[in-house]
């Protein structure tokens, strides 16, 4: 997205679908520029591939997204191949940059299709388990986690499963006849690779069991007895360590040419971009994106990068974002002067690639970690109350600019006093987390949970009817139910009731709040453990 003047707001912020070029036209004309480029092409080859690049770029020029630039900056870079000037080795692989960028954009754009059902991903598990009576309850409580669980009683059984399929992680039990830990782990890890996380079982507790599983190559340990809830926060650890999102860094520079270029370079090494162009554009897009890194050009027209910084600094908000200036200016002084200013690092041009990726990466993945750390809750790892809330504001706007749906509901545990007073606040607090990993395992990546308050949660799932919203939800109450919750005087099970109400009908966020709210009350006075909608208030029936 290249943001530039206030009559795009509508394209940017809710992009269209259809993107010019397709993905075939672009193949095409890197088909022509490849061939362009063979040791057998005439002049006349070369020009058709200028000539197709002008066409292509007039055809798209009425969208004005940022792929439709990239195809315009790659008709301009061809154009002197209409006067028989020859393209030099730097512009020629600068154009193969231009057609990464734009492949990456399209790719981007299908990441970014509308949120899909509700099926999760079940990621899949294996668990080498002899004792039938362990092996019932693991499997039992790993798929209430959203895991899909096969077990098996034999070494050689577990290396044909994993033969067949990889799995996400392997949960071994080291108690093997006749067999060494380090050698089934070897094993193991040259049938399955290097990558999947292995979790051990052992009946010993000793550090020297525990350095033999460390030298095995074991990822995670555990002793038996151990509380399921440890293994599943060890299984969530290993099992999506690997799946995180990639940076978002967002590039501030007035100059396609630049602009286009650095982008390219970070997507290459697995950054999201997004370009801004106009600077005053710049808050609108933090508010849109959950940016990483800010990486701006230190003078451009309206307004310069100092400035800018400062008007950003003002947002607490984004106050944890760092801003790394790009600019020709090599006076120390004036770069101090500007990081004085709430920049965060001075980079300057021409840079080095590789110094470009790695100042921008390191930054932005400290940053990210900070975030994380503000903005979530310590207990659940959930959006704490202030992020949820303006989480819900920031979609209630998306929705009032671009239309669409979203569904809002509060939920809280059913007689938590009494779990705390019967089996103690850690206890209590187990419980809140196993509700948070539920509601993380059970909803899409689009939607958002928090912790609301101390038993309390908030859901905004966006693209999503009430309707739609109440049957997911009462999914995940009857998932939650079933769970057996520990406590060392014994399981017990917990419930919890829920409230929903939708954006339509309601226009903001404090409406649809108070709205999801009565429902909660509403479904527990009619007895707890249900879901309503704002609309059963009336009727006074549930799910
Ligand atoms: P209801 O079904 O009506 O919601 O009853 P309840 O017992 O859940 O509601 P109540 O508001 O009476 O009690 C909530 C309890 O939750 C009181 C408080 O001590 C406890 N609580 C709040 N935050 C935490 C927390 O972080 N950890 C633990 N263990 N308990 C908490
Ligand atoms: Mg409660």
């Not at 943001?3 to 672009?26: F, N, W, Y």
């Not at 100059?255 to 290459?268: C, F, N, W």
Request: with cysteine.
């Amino acid at each position: 997205m290249i943001v530039d003047g206030e009559e795009r707001r509508e394209d940017e912020l809710c992009p269209s679908r259809e993107l010019c070029p397709s993905r075939e036209q672009l193949r095409e004309l890197q088909v022509l520029w490849q061939t362009g480029q063979g040791p057998d092409a005439t002049d006349e080859m070369r020009q058709q591939v200028a000539l197709h690049a002008e066409r292509l770029a007039r055809e798209c020029a009425g969208d004005e997204t940022e792929l439709a630039e990239v195809v315009a900056v790659i008709a301009m870079m061809l154009a002197p191949v209409l006067m028989d000037k020859r393209l030099t080795p730097e512009a020629r692989a600068l154009i193969d940059e231009y057609f990464a960028t734009a492949f990456a954009l399209l790719d981007d754009e299908a990441a970014n299709d509308p949120p899909g059902d509700w099926a999760p991903t079940r990621p899949l598990i294996y668990i080498l388990e002899p004792d039938a009576a362990l092996a019932h309850d693991l499997t039992q409580q790993v798929e209430h986690f959203g895991y899909e669980v096969t077990v098996v009683v034999t070494f050689k059984a577990l290396l044909a499963l994993v033969a067949r399929q990889t799995p996400r992680a392997v949960i071994m039990d080291v108690h093997l006849r006749g067999m060494e830990t380090a050698l089934a782990a070897e094993q193991l890890h040259a049938a399955a690779g290097q990558n999947v996380p292995l979790l051990l079982l052992s009946d010993h507790g000793d550090v020297a069991s525990r350095l033999q599983a460390v030298r095995a190559g074991a990822d995670a340990y555990m002793a038996k007895p151990f509380d399921l809830h440890d293994l599943i926060d060890q299984l969530d650890r290993l099992a999506w360590q690997r799946t995180r999102e990639p940076l978002q860094v967002v590039i501030v520079e007035d100059s396609v040419t630049q602009a286009t270029y650095y982008s390219a370079l970070l997507r290459k090494a697995g950054m999201v971009t997004t370009v801004v162009r106009d600077p005053l554009r710049l808050l609108d897009v933090l508010h849109e994106k959950a940016a990483d890194l800010i990486l701006m050009d230190m003078y451009m027209p309206g307004c310069d990068g100092q400035e800018l910084a400062k008007v950003v600094r003002q947002f607490s908000r984004y106050a944890s974002i760092p801003i790394v200036y790009l600019s020709g200016e090599t006076e120390i002084k004036r770069q101090l002067d500007a990081l004085s200013r709430g920049g965060d690092d001075f980079l300057t041009k021409p840079i080095d690639p590789v110094h470009l990726i790695r100042s921008v990466a390191i930054r932005a993945e400290r940053a990210r970690s900070l975030r994380t750390f503000m903005l979530t809750d310590t207990l659940t790892g959930l959006l704490n109350h202030t992020r949820i809330k303006e989480q819900l504001q920031s979609e209630v706007a998306r929705y009032a600019r671009c239309g669409g749906k979203l569904a809002f509901a509060m939920l809280d545990i059913d007689h938590f006093k009494s779990v705390n007073d019967t089996h103690g606040h850690s206890v209590g607090d187990r419980v809140i987390k196993t509700l948070a990993r539920v509601l993380q395992q059970r909803l899409r990546a689009t939607d958002y949970v928090g912790r609301y308050g101390g038993e309390e949660f908030a859901v905004i799932m966006v693209d999503a009817d009430v309707d739609e919203a109440v049957e997911i939800l009462d999914q995940v109450r009857a998932s939650f139910e079933s769970i057996r919750q520990f406590a060392p005087d014994g399981g017990f099970r917990v419930t919890f009731s829920g409230g929903v109400a939708g954006v339509p009908p309601h226009g903001n966020a404090t409406a649809v709040t108070y709205a999801a709210d009565q429902a909660l009350y509403a479904a527990k006075r009619a007895g707890r453990n249900r879901i309503l909608r704002e609309n059963d208030l009336v009727t006074g029936s549930g799910v």
